[in-house]
């Protein structure tokens, strides 16, 4: 892509205990494509080298304490400074390079949210059989409770415009795993299917450990897709971030102190 975007993107990372794939994570994220890129990691209190790595790449640091998934990014998509969000995970799995692209679509097609399909294009090794298999359940679950038409309700890669939080029916309640499929019901009912698409990307191999529980987390999506259907899903923790929440801009993080 030659030609530079006239928009400001954020790209959000939550993490914990990612430092060996951070890095590349990073690095794959293209440059120079839009007028502002922000790169930011919502760390939850990694015991690991993630933030000291996070620091020594230049982007942002946002630290917060308080615990889950879902948390970093309700309050990720609070602090954020620019007007487009783009979500991946920090372990190699999704494809930073079709950042520019999907929010060139974004822009185009005049479109609000994009949720990016693993399920079609994932590689040989990216996701076991259990995964999976656990993955076609929840997703399935998710079409019969809500008739969205998402094939993939678990993916973390999304695309969407930070003003979509503008209308607080649109912000997701769940500090855990389960944001990743409430976001996407959100989407399609209060944006609509024109506006709030499905692309198939490549899914990749993971690279280090996984924070993720497969059958605790697996039970809590499906149960919280129940509770969202019935209307029986509580917000535990208010919308955004902290105003005390370490972050490297402020250079009030642990590891600036010294």
Known sequence: MNDVLPVSVTVILPTRNEEEALGPTIDAIPRGWCEDLEIMIVDGNSTDRTREIALEKGIRVHLEPRKGYGRAYRTGFDVAKNDIIVTM???CTYPAETIPDLVKRLLN??????????LTLAEDGSMSG?????NWVLSFTARLLFGYGVKDSQTGMWVFKKSIFGDEKMRPTNDGMPL????????????????????????????????I???????KNLRFLFAKRFGLNRTVTPWGGLADNPDSEKGTLPEQEN
């Open 89 to 91: 995970d920090a372990d």
């Open 109 to 118: 097609d005049d479109l609000e949210f994009i949720t990016c399909d693993r």
């Open 130 to 134: 259990l995964h999976g298999f656990g």
């Open 180 to 211: 990743s499929e409430e976001i996407k019901i959100l989407a399609r009912r209060h944006l609509g299917k024109q506006k709030a698409i499905e692309i198939s990307v490549p899914y990749r191999p993971r690279v280090g450990e996984a924070e």
């Open 213 to 219: 529980h497969t059958w605790g987390d697996g039970w």
